[in-house]
């Protein structure tokens, strides 16, 4: 496949010490990106290392088995800190209506409104919630929970009153650790939800203030997205050529040969140099 554009792969030589790949095949070239096999590339010139590198965009669906993994760990993790210490499990009442999606549509907004009426009663609830649902397709609500005391009678009362189901567990988390273990066995199992992409929600505060991430510290410009893999774009193109890590994930192509490495007197060192060149692929 040649580039429809004109455009132009800035390589420029590498002394570093980081690892190098030549582009022999394409199983080989498929192990360097492992973190998702349905992601696209994005292709982007790095002020930071003055050529052009790509990365994996990973797909980021709960339907892809290595994101999901991904998500549900860091999932995981950051709800562990945010030190749930209730699982709150709500049902609903088939019976009380004609569809499962009838009923997701008709309770899923009860759950903030249960909490803004426990709130008034017992002060600050915070809570995360997964969706699930039971082998008929019917969804019940799991939600971990930061709070004070609940009384389980007035938690399974207001619930009553606004979907008509009775049957309610509330149960203290003893382990910190159990809240992970927790999510991660209840994502893991999760059924695909037809009707929503939001499978998890949590309330305004229940995660704390993370500290903000420093943006594009690879100084990144004139980004495309291209449609495909990186594995079999890049080796569709360069194949043969060599890539750099450059840091993780993020790989350039290097006008340094893969090996042996350069020792001859022809050898022009990264000073004497140009910066960057423009290899006509
Ligand atoms: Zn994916």
Same mark, same amino acid.
């Given at each position: ?10 390589v ?12 022999k ?20 010139y790095s ?26 760990s ?6 562990? &800190?945010a ?8 049902t609903?009442d088939p ?10 549509? /008709?309770?899923r907004?009860?759950?903030?409104? +249960?909490v &803004?009426k ?5 002060g600050?609830?915070?809570?995360l ?7 008929? /397709?019917?969804p019940?609500?799991?939600?971990l929970? &930061? ?18 189901a009775?049957i309610?567990? +509330?149960?203290?988390v ?8 927790y999510?991660v066995k209840y994502?893991t ?6 009707w ?22 690879? /100084?990144l410009t004139?980004?495309?997205v ?13 194949r /043969?050529?060599?890539?750099?890590? +450059? ?9 340094t040969?893969?090996e042996p490495?350069?020792?001859e ?5 990264p000073?004497?140099a ?8």
């Amino acid at each position: 496949m040649e580039p429809e554009s004109q455009a132009e792969y800035i390589v420029a030589p590498w002394d570093g010490t980081a690892p190098r790949h030549q582009l022999k095949t394409l199983g080989s070239t498929m192990s360097l990106f492992q973190e998702c096999f349905h992601g696209q590339t994005l292709e982007a010139y790095s002020t930071k290392y003055n050529r052009t590198v790509w990365l994996l965009l990973p797909c980021n669906q709960w339907s892809c088995r290595l994101c999901a993994a991904r998500k549900i760990s860091r999932l995981a993790s950051k709800t562990n &800190r945010a030190e749930p210490n209730r699982l709150l499990t709500l049902t609903i009442d088939p019976s009380k209506w004609d569809s499962p999606r009838e009923s997701f549509d /008709g309770t899923r907004r009860q759950v903030p409104e +249960l909490v &803004r009426k426990l709130r008034l009663k017992f002060g600050s609830v915070e809570y995360l919630r997964v969706t699930e649902l039971t082998n008929k /397709g019917w969804p019940h609500y799991h939600l971990l929970i &930061r709070s004070g005391f609940l009384p389980q009678p007035v938690v399974k009362e207001i619930w009553a009153s606004l979907t008509g189901a009775t049957i309610v567990d +509330l149960r203290q988390v003893k382990n910190k650790f159990q809240t992970y273990i927790y999510l991660v066995k209840y994502l893991t199992k999760m059924h695909k939800l037809a009707w929503t992409t939001r499978h998890v929600s949590t309330s305004r505060n229940f995660f704390p203030p993370e500290p903000p991430v420093e943006k594009n510290t690879l /100084g990144l410009t004139s980004k495309t997205v291209i449609e495909s893999n990186p594995a079999k774009y890049l080796f569709s193109m360069f194949r /043969g050529a060599t890539l750099v890590e +450059l840091t993780h994930g993020v790989y350039g192509l290097t006008s340094t040969p893969d090996e042996p490495l350069p020792q001859e007197s022809d050898h022009v060192s990264p000073s004497e140099a140009p910066l960057q060149h423009v290899l006509p692929f």
